[in-house]
């Protein structure tokens, strides 16, 4: 299993993403191929996958199902133009896709990432408003420290200060409910936080000072993931969908981590019973495997544009790649994965002992809170004074020579396995964290 050492005699040459770029060149963390749970380094150590890749590998690595459909497909239609032009297997994910989705969700819009899905879904969401007479709704209403990708229309809704403040002034008409994060009132909650449902009055007050009448949308991430896991407090999501309701807002939910299977259900919509109008999918799609997102919309969004000409095109967006036939094949093989081993609930079975085993690091030194939901969880450290992200950073690097893949955002561990994990590797992780957790400065 152990391979040889990646003969790379340049690093300088790649710009890494989301990556401090000096500090990787000089102590290189590299992997070099991957089965189920695990990792292999490229100096032959195992690493266990704390975080599914990032967010995305929730079948886990090297899948049969996923690689035969990829190896089948290469030889048997590689690429097929995407505008004016189909190819069958973006018709059959679509068709599979509409099942497992909530109800009314009939059609969907392919890209190629979450970005791409989340400014797709803010397009829509306007054009559609537009499309239905209502072309004074043109605000979008995104929430402090959410996160929906890195282009223009995501990090505008998005509320990520470092991920905005270079960039300019970013789409216009965009305002921010309040965040949820309340340590004082929710600290070491399972599951749902008790307090904070009032906080989604918050939209009801930025749609009075903008006029309801101005606004097209409103986006959240069901479970704010990036930011370093904030729950929706119990009764939020459904206030939001009543004040939506009441003022013929759209809601879009940006599942693109809750997404196939990560809390115990297919959506975070089932698992908190609230439907909105927008769905924007991509990572666990294809189980990471090759770049593919996807958006679902409710029936009347999708009517809304079939009218005018039948020759003329109904909505002007769409990428080269958009429901290309080796990403098709690629998210069927998942389907049938996730399908066959039951991947799409198995969350909801391991969450309590997830839970269990997350919440006994309660009192190890510098922790100040821990939250958990489906196979998420989250550790929050309290930051060295003046050394922000520093000590989370420390636990990272631990990590991965203890052979445990962690994700840290500001100074928070965040963890989020392959759905196929087993009790014993729960316990690895944990005993694991444990361990640094004692021995960090
Ligand atoms: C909620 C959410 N939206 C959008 C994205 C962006 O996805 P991508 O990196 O595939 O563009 C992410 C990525 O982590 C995400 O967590």
Redesign the pocket.
Known sequence: MASAPVRTNNLEAFWMPFTANRQFKQAPRMFVSADRMHYTTSDGRQVLDGTAG???CNAGHNRPKIVEAIRQQAGELDYAPAFQMGHPKAFELASRLTQITPEGFDHVFFTN??????DTALKIAIAYQRAKGQGSRFRLIGRER??????FG?ISVGGIVTNRKMFGTLLTGVDHMRHTHDLDRNAYTVGEPEHGAELADDLLRIATLHDPSTIAAVIV?PV???TGVLVPPKGYLKKLREICDQHGILLIF?????GYGRLGTPFAADYFGVTPDIM?T??GLTNGVI?M?AVFVKKDIYDAFMTGPEHLIEFFHGYTYSGNPIASAAALGTLDTYQEEGLLTRAAELAPYWADALHSLKGLPHVIDLRSIGLIGAIELEPIAGLPTKRAFSAFLKAYDAGLLIRTTGDIIALSPPLIIEKSQIDFIFDTLKDILTSLD
């Open positions: 990032l967010w995305c990432s979450g970005s791409e899905s989340v959410g996160y929906h990708g890195v282009n995501g991430e704010a993931g990036s940006d599942e693109v981590i809750t924007v991509a990572k770049p997102g």
